[in-house]
Every structure is written in C-alpha cells, then in structure tokens.
Nanobody, 124 residues
C-alpha cells in the first residue's frame, strides 16, 4: 500500500516562498508519477503540478512560472517549490501518486493514492 505524507505548509506573506515535501513509502518513485493538487475553502480541487517517473513535468495554468516540482528518487520524496506566492494560493495542498496515469492525464483523472494534505496560507 502506498502511503504519502506531506510537510512544509505554513503561513507566509504574499510574495514569499514555501517548499512542500511529500515522502512516499510502500513503493519506489521510479515507476510512479507524483504530483500535487490543492483545494481552497468553497472551491473545487485544482490540479497544481505533476512529475512523471521519467522526470517530465506538467503544471496548472495558475502556478506556471511560479511553482517548480522536483523529486529525489533516492529519498522517495517529491517537492513543490512555491515562489511569488499570492493570497489566492491559500489552500490545503495534497500530494498524490499513480503508477498508471501519464502526467498529462492528471488534470482530468484523479490519481489513485493521496496524502492527508498540508495547509498553505498566504496573507496579503
């Protein structure tokens, strides 16, 4: 069973940066795509970014150019570097993983495995 644990959330001022981490257990990253979604209060879940097992990346339009997803296979960890944060980035951020989906599928298809989420709050 795949388990995902997020960390790194918190409160930051607009324009600041945060880095989220997602540690995976129960599998190795070498055969999975992994990524992030977010959900703000009263809003639908939104795709943020994904990195495939080969290292290809896909980003949501609202974070393109500000967020960067990366991974360390040796540590079984995926990261989301968030720069130039805006109040509208405030949300619970969820790590997800899947061993069948291509990266380009993630905005439309829900991955199989999910973490519990970590809160990111950006003050104006």
């Amino acid at each position: 069973q795949v388990q995902l644990v997020e960390s790194g959330g918190g409160l930051v001022q607009a324009g600041g940066s945060l880095r989220l981490s997602c540690a995976a257990s129960g599998h190795t990253l070498t055969s999975y795509s992994m990524g992030w979604f977010r959900q703000a209060p009263g809003k639908e879940r939104e795709f943020v970014a994904v990195i495939s097992w080969s290292g290809d990346t896909v980003y949501g339009d609202s974070v393109l150019g500000r967020f960067t997803i990366s991974k360390t296979d040796a540590e079984n960890t995926v990261y989301l570097q968030m720069n130039s944060l805006k109040p509208e980035d405030t949300a619970v951020y969820y790590c997800a993983a899947d061993d069948l989906l291509r990266g380009v599928d993630w905005p439309q298809i829900s991955p199989a495995y999910w973490g519990e989420g970590t809160q990111v709050s950006v003050s104006s």
